[in-house]
């Protein structure tokens, strides 16, 4: 039973940060297009 919650917490934990990871990620080149985009126009 313990290691069932254990798993669960994990995954949630494990989901959490990657979304985390990628939305930072995703920010961060969005960030950078803009900027380059900005130096063109």
Known sequence: MKSIGYGIS????????TTGGIVAY???????ALRHWLKIS
């Not at 995703?26 to 950078?32: C, P």
């Open 26 to 32: 995703a920010s961060d080149g969005a960030v950078a």
């Open 10 to 17: 994990g995954l949630i934990a494990f989901a959490g940060l």
